[in-house]
């Protein structure tokens, strides 16, 4: 299989259950390189869970992933070198400065010489750097934490409402590097409550219905044991 | 190895011969002559030393399961381990009672730090705040997971207890403690700890049965709603 | 990843823990004011005669340590908990063991601070006299420490994700240091009083061998705990 054929995001009857409630049923669906396809569904639908399942947050309780050809179970490590991954919330931490946050996840990442001005202008807080986090808005708060998803470069971008609480000049920021990402030949998965501000980028829409995307047909199929059962 | 564990007569069978086993040892300790010292008192120890033995089996019970469902990741050890958990919380509660019941007219009061009686509150406690994590958490993977790492250290610590509070006594006092046995009750004393192991074997046996049927009806009712309405 | 990549995780961490504990005043600060005041309380309901102090001063002391160390070590997951910043932290490519060790340095810089105030203000209080093998009492404080600070950190980890937050590390985490209690106090209580038996000698390879034996097992299990 040549690089360019590996879907840079393929999911096979993902399932998920929190105590006895399923959240998702069964996701079969993938998204190929060069691709931004956007996620959709009701309140509640699983949209979240499948996107943290697919950043290896949440192991699946039943069917498998692959990002980049890699398991996100098996090889999460893999996964988790290639994806950027945006939340609900921004996940930053409030008594650092803006520049401090980026400078962690810098280290984190083993990236040197990260070019954290350059990034901090890039998203519109390049005067805001060395101010706590605490006193950000929730839009600047967004933007900061778009810096940190840019700082690596990442192959594979999973937004999660991704333009919540952005401006217009937020999202055309977002959009250039959902693009970017695309174009270096890397794909995006949005996870979407309206549609108009991805209206430029997104190449194709999935809806989770039921908890499910694709037949049910081909998700009873992998589901004989629970996950961690030896057979 | 499907979820679903069916109850057997084998194990009815060995249930009902545990349980009259255990009669039958009882009964053989009412006929051993009372203790010179402590008179008939001192036969409370055919039941608080094999419950103290059996809490100490339920622990390593524990351990091993733990360790293994951290390798396996199969659901049915976990189960296995907090079934042993839980009878071993109960003999853990019953040697602590008998243990004082022994102690207050041995040695005059309900409780006086007795090394080994004090070690196995502590266990006790460890128990429980194995059991009151495992309710407090609802995921039944992420429970697995943090059960197994909280048993496991709380096993490795059993021997360390046992020394740390034999120490603390033992430098500066001497005590008597019950577990200071005639001779002749030792065939007795052997008779009840086979008759406790049978009997704990047997609930663990029950509990993780209970356990495994319980999880096996929700993931039956999880097939239903992945596979079809 | 290599033995650099998790020195530097480790490190990032660490400094991150740190800075952030640091510059919320509030939150560190009261933690060694809930500390010194229950110290006072002891002082209150065991004294004011002195020999009952200095005889209490101790085992006062490690509860103190105890009490505030539950603080601690539900801070150190909150701060992670609250901005949701758990997730981007899971992310970051790398072994997880590296998180554990970087909070758990970061643990004991906060508890080992809260030990040396505590320290001296059981000294005061509690009419103490510096005893003449106070090195030996200083190890048996670090190496309770240690052990305070890694099964609090570890225990935390879990219990901070549960309903019960407040009272479920205290629950889990006190039963297991009781060998940690009992060796400190003892061995310091010894050293105070010259130690005739000579026991502190005992009881010091103990913390050592508890430290050794839960450092390793952590290590080992912290991968397993944090993912879940």
């Not at chain 1, 931490?93 to 890039?122: H, W």
């Not at chain 1, 519109?124 to 967004?142: I, K, P, Y």
Request: with cysteine.
């Amino acid at each position: 299989m040549s690089p360019e054929s590996i879907p840079a995001i393929e999911a096979r009857g993902l399932a998920r259950r929190f105590g006895a409630r399923w959240c998702l049923r069964g996701v079969s669906f993938s998204v190929s390189a060069g691709e931004v396809v956007g996620l959709t569904g009701s309140n509640g639908s699983g949209k979240t869970t499948l996107l943290r399942m697919l950043s290896t947050l949440l192991a699946p309780s039943a069917g498998s992933g692959r990002v980049l050809g890699h398991d996100i179970v098996s090889d999460a490590d893999a996964v988790r070198q290639n994806i950027g991954f945006l939340a609900h919330t921004a996940g930053l931490y409030e008594d650092l400065t803006a520049a401090e946050n980026l400078r962690f996840a810098a280290s984190m990442y083993g990236i040197k010489d990260a070019g954290i001005p350059e990034v901090l202008k890039l998203v519109g807080l390049g005067t805001v750097g060395d101010s706590r986090v605490r006193g950000f808005s929730a839009g600047m708060q967004r933007r900061l934490a778009l810096a940190r998803l840019v700082l690596a470069r990442p192959r594979v971008l999973l937004l999660d409402e991704p333009y919540a609480n952005l401006d217009t000049a937020g999202i055309a920021m977002m959009n250039e590097v959902i693009r970017g990402a695309r174009d270096r030949g890397g794909a995006a998965l949005l996870v979407l409550h309206e549609l108009a501000p991805a209206e430029g980028v997104l190449n194709r829409l999935e809806t989770i219905v039921a908890g499910r995307i694709g037949s049910p047909a081909g998700v009873t199929a992998g589901l004989g044991e629970p996950v961690g059962a030896a057979t | 190895m499907s979820l679903y564990l069916a109850p057997s007569r084998r194990w009815t069978t060995f249930g009902i011969f545990a349980f009259l086993f255990l009669i039958a040892s009882q009964a053989y300790g009412f006929t051993t002559l009372p203790d010179r010292d402590m008179g008939h008192l001192q036969k409370i120890l055919y039941v608080h030393v094999p419950a103290a033995w059996m809490t100490f089996l339920s622990f390593l019970v524990v351990f091993i399961y733990s360790a293994r469902y951290l390798i396996s990741k199969r659901e049915t050890d976990d189960l296995l381990a907090a079934a042993a958990a839980e009878v071993g919380a109960t003999f853990n509660g019953l040697t602590l009672v008998l243990g004082m019941l022994w102690g207050r007219p041995a040695w005059g009061a309900w409780w006086v730090w007795d090394p080994r009686l004090t070690s196995t509150l502590i266990l006790f406690l460890i128990f429980v705040g194995y059991l009151a994590l495992r309710a407090f958490v609802d995921d039944p993977q992420r429970r697995a997971q943090w059960s197994a790492a909280v048993g496991i250290f709380g096993a490795i610590n059993v021997p360390i207890v046992y020394m740390s509070v034999r120490w603390w006594r033992t430098l500066h006092q001497i005590q008597s403690s019950p577990s200071t046995m005639d001779p002749a009750y030792v065939v007795g004393l052997r008779l009840n700890a086979f008759a406790f192991l049978f009997v704990m074997i047997y609930f663990i046996r029950k509990r993780y049965e209970l356990a495994r049927i319980a999880r096996a009806t929700e993931f039956a009712a999880d097939q239903v709603a992945l596979g079809g309405a | 990843m290599s033995w650099a990549d998790d020195r530097r995780r480790i490190r990032a961490i660490a400094w991150k823990d740190i800075t952030t504990e640091r510059r919320s005043k509030a939150g560190f600060n009261s933690v060694v004011a809930f500390a010194v005041t229950s110290l006072v309380l002891f002082g209150f309901a065991l004294g004011p005669e002195a020999r009952a102090l200095r005889e209490a001063a101790a085992g006062t002391l490690w509860i103190a340590l105890l009490f505030a160390g539950v603080l601690a070590f539900n801070r150190s997951f909150h701060v992670e908990l609250e901005g949701g910043a758990l997730d981007p932290l899971l992310i970051y490519p790398g072994r997880r063991w590296t998180i554990f060790a970087g909070k758990l340095l970061a643990n004991l810089a906060f508890v080992g601070t809260i030990l040396a105030i505590v320290v001296l203000v059981s000294l005061t209080l509690y009419q103490v006299p510096v005893p003449k093998a106070w090195p030996s009492v200083l190890l048996v404080l670090v190496l309770g420490t240690v052990g305070l600070v890694t099964l609090g950190t570890f225990y935390a980890a879990m219990a901070t994700r549960t309903r019960a937050r407040e009272v479920l590390l205290p629950l889990l985490l006190f039963p297991m240091l009781v060998p940690v209690l009992l060796a400190a106090v003892s061995a310091s209580k010894a050293l105070l009083t010259g130690d005739v038996m000579h026991e502190s000698g005992a009881w010091i390879r103990f913390l050592l061998g508890y430290d050794v034996v839960f450092l390793t097992a952590t290590l080992l299990v912290f991968e397993k705990i944090i993912e879940a």
